[in-house]
């Protein structure tokens, strides 16, 4: 059973650099999420997915792109990284809008210096 | 603003010793209450949900949670601490017609000997 898939797991990444994180969940979930973690400050959601091909913008979306790329499959793409995105990254798959609770990866941890 | 508190952030219990992780809602109706836990390097694993119904409700590991509508309280409780409950606990809510879970900052839990 492997749930939600992240990867990479770490990652560092110098200021103005680029990544895409990638997420698959094989649950055959509707919706997917982005959040990311930050101490004191819990969970912030970043974009999330409620169907393949829609997204949507969350409380924190700036500096993020995100694409849906099938059912299974969620990305987040920094086009320029910055310190401020130092943080660790989730995704999360649910079927619906979450009402049965969420699926979480295990998260990357992302350094930008 | 539909607002999710956890008024603390670190506890400290010993280990057999009974515990209670307070949560309080801030929404116009009722919504989907959860409680997760993540353990270190981890991602966030759902231990119980409710929506409506027996406001006493049972979740994975022992834990149970319960709802009271006039104090707008979710808490989550456990008879007997086991170390390996050490982890940090959060509240969340899911509010009627949105898509969006709303997380609390979450609750450090320390297990002493």
């Known amino acids: 059973n492997a749930g939600v898939t992240q990867t990479p797991k770490f990652q560092v990444l110098k200021t103005g650099q680029s990544m895409t994180l990638q997420c698959a969940q094989d649950?055959?979930?509707?919706?997917m999420y982005w959040y990311r973690q930050d101490p004191g400050m819990g969970l912030r959601l970043i974009y999330y997915?409620?169907?393949?091909?829609?997204?949507d913008k969350g409380e924190v979306p700036n500096g993020y792109n995100v694409s849906r790329l099938n059912k299974r499959e969620f990305s987040l793409r920094l086009e320029s990284a910055a310190p401020s995105q130092t943080s660790v990254y989730f995704c999360?798959?649910?079927?619906?809008?979450?009402?049965?609770?969420?699926?979480f990866g295990s998260g990357t941890r992302l350094t930008v210096v | 603003a539909q607002s999710v508190t956890q008024p603390d952030i670190h506890i400290t219990v010993s280990e057999g010793a009974s515990l209670e992780l307070r949560c309080n809602y801030s929404?116009?109706?009722?919504?989907?209450l959860f409680w997760y836990v993540q353990s270190p390097g981890q991602g966030l694993q759902l231990l119980l949900k409710?929506?409506?119904?027996?406001?006493l409700v049972q979740g994975i590991k022992g834990f149970e949670a319960e709802f009271k509508r006039s104090q707008s309280s979710f808490n989550l409780r456990k008879p007997s601490v086991h170390w390996s409950d050490a982890a940090e606990y959060f509240c969340a809510a899911l509010s009627g017609g949105y898509q969006k879970v709303t997380f609390g900052i979450g609750t450090k839990l320390q297990v002493i000997p």
């Open positions: 999360a798959s649910s079927e619906g809008r979450g009402a049965g609770g969420y699926t």
């Open positions: 649950m055959n979930h509707n919706s």
């Open positions: 929404y116009g109706a009722t919504p989907y």
């Open positions: 409710y929506f409506s119904g027996d406001t």
């Open positions: 997915s409620a169907s393949e091909g829609t997204t």
